[in-house]
């Protein structure tokens, strides 16, 4: 029966010529299994009230002599393309089944996902949001974020991306500016996510979405891309809104960029400049990732090779604060939010590299931490503004301390505060205190870390990377935030029945709604809360 169907469609469509999908016939036997894409016919999989497409080619494999090139266009296919199982990852560090580090993935990685409510009909206008991953623009994929839960509670289109990663999307080098005749080099990664958007865009409207309403949505390196993309000229017309979680934006300039791509090249022995491209072009990607090391999961900042989108170019001619602040940007309304607990994911991995049981750390070793962290600061940090009698215990004391500081912290108003004097915005914070721990890591049973980066997409998402919802009342909390989620990708407006009320953001009185278990509830205290006053005095003073 599929083999009739597939060419069934692919005789009546091929007779089409160019009418448009949404005059296309419903086929028998079809159940909205195939879809004919401007490359070619794609056969999904139902996945009981949610339809799946993955693996669809958004751009042509980045590989050979289109290695750091802007991404070409998908080629077009005759018959039909399985899109039954995920295309591959790029490449990027990760570990085996034992634990051990190594390279995984492929170059031939520019594939995107899409999950549909099951029964839908072409030029159905469905909303549609785009999600682009974290990860610190160094590893994870599409793959690890399942959105059938959203689609099924809200009745959205969601596709998740894969871009290129590391120094695959993010290097900058003299001789890849030539090539291009701009010093854009370096945003590849960034490129890609907008070759994600366009083929939305063509494409959507065939799978039942509304192409002109499309939201994209990030975490963590992904909205950091995004607030790059909120400033990319080429991304004008892409989106209408931005979900960005767990977000700040790129200041790296291009000669930043340059500077620590520099030693890629030098390990590599591609030295002569202006061949530079063409001989790092004929090194096997391993090799390549090799030769990058260290990586550093700062975007825009650590030590070693760091993947930021840089700016000075005609994709990014300004930085984001300037070109938001003076209007050239892509104007969108803007969900954007952070959680209470940003570096306690961060703070639990280092603490379990020591020896003994450190959850909560002594307090000697906490005093050891904060000495160590803000110098002759330390003092007033432990004794003045975190006090251990407002804390938990000492993880969560020192694990805010240094998120408070930090880009994931303080900041957030600031950008926040930038945002909603441009467009209509709606700030969140993620207070959940005791989210699942993401899998594998090994924290004691039942100690909890907060509300730490990232954890609030498992209530969003069925990721591969964290368990997912434990209780009743996180389940409960899950389906609040798809529905506030849901309603801004349908109205720009996360509001609606059932639902706590959320303000619309604004910088006099900040008020944000807060996202626990205990009840969604609006705060006006998180400055105080996050002591940022006390460390915009001290800006030279954090982790």
């Known amino acids: 029966m599929k083999t009739i169907v597939a060419l069934t469609l692919a005789v009546i469509m091929a007779g089409q010529g160019t009418a448009q999908a949404a005059d296309a016939p419903e086929f028998p036997g079809n159940n909205g299994e195939y879809v004919w894409t401007e490359q070619g016919v794609v056969h999904g999989r139902p996945s009981g009230p949610v339809t799946e497409f993955l693996g669809v080619p958004f751009a042509a494999p980045p590989v050979g002599d289109l290695r750091w090139k802007a991404p070409a266009p998908a080629a077009h296919w005759s018959g039909v393309r399985d899109g039954t199982a995920p295309g591959n990852i790029c490449v990027q560090p990760t570990v085996d089944a034992s ?17 549909r409510p099951a029964v839908v009909r072409a030029g159905q206008l469905l909303p549609v949001m785009l999600f682009v991953h974290g990860g610190s623009n160094l590893r994870q994929a599409a793959t690890n974020y399942d959105p059938s839960t959203i689609v ?30 701009d010093t854009s080099s370096g945003n590849f990664g960034l490129m890609d996510q907008q070759a994600a958007m366009r083929w939305t865009l063509s494409n959507i409207l065939r799978f039942g ?32 809104k931005a979900i960005l979680e767990s977000m700040y934006c790129p200041t790296a300039t291009h000669e930043e960029a340059l500077t620590v791509s520099a030693p890629v090249a030098a390990k590599l022995n591609c030295t002569d400049v202006q061949m530079q491209a063409s001989c790092m072009r004929s090194v096997a990607a391993e090799d390549v990732l090799k030769a990058a090391a260290p990586l550093s999961f700062v975007v825009g900042g650590g030590s070693g090779f760091n993947a930021s989108p840089n700016f000075g170019n005609r994709l990014l001619p300004l930085a984001p604060a300037q070109a938001i602040s003076s209007g050239q940007w892509n104007r969108s309304r803007i969900l954007v939010g ?13 603490l379990l590299q020591l020896p003994g049981q450190n959850f909560p750390p002594a307090k000697a070793l906490y005093a050891g931490l904060v000495n160590r962290s803000f110098g002759p600061l330390a003092p007033e940090v432990m004794n003045n503004e975190y006090p251990l009698a407002d804390f938990p215990n000492t993880f969560i004391a020192y ?8 880009p994931l912290g303080c900041e957030v108003s600031q950008w926040s505060d930038t945002f909603s004097l441009a467009a209509g ?68 407006n996360p509001n609606g029945p059932g639902l706590v009320p959320w303000p619309r953001y604004e910088p006099n009185g900040r008020r944000i709604l807060s996202l626990s278990t205990s009840g969604n509830t609006v705060i006006d205290n998180f400055d105080d809360d996050h002591r940022c006053a006390f460390w915009a005095s001290n800006p030279s003073h954090g982790p």
């Open 99 to 115: 634990g051990n580090s190594i390279i995984g993935g492929s170059e031939d990685c520019l594939y995107l996902n899409v999950y």
């Open 152 to 181: 099924e509670t809200t009745g959205i289109i969601v596709i998740t991306t894969n871009y290129r990663l590391n120094v695959f999307g993010f290097l900058a080098l003299p001789s890849l500016d030539v090539e291009a005749g």
């Open 209 to 240: 979405g509304d192409p002109a309403n499309v939201t994209v949505a990030g975490e963590s390196s992904g909205a950091i891309d995004l607030c790059a993309n909120l400033v990319s000229p080429a991304a004008t017309g892409l989106f209408r």
């Open 399 to 406: 694990s805010d301390e240094v998120t408070d500081p930090a």
């Open 425 to 492: 915005t709606f700030r969140y914070e993620f207070n959940e205190p005791s989210p699942p721990v993401p899998n594998g890591m090994n924290t004691p049973p039942g100690f909890s870390i907060g509300a730490y980066h990232g954890s609030e997409l498992q209530f969003l998402f069925n990721t591969t990377i964290m368990p997912g919802p434990q209780t009743d009342a996180q389940r409960q909390l899950a389906d609040e935030m798809i529905r506030y989620w849901g309603n801004f990708v349908k109205t720009g």
């Open 338 to 350: 952070s959680n209470h607990d940003e570096a306690a994911l961060f703070v639990a991995a280092g």
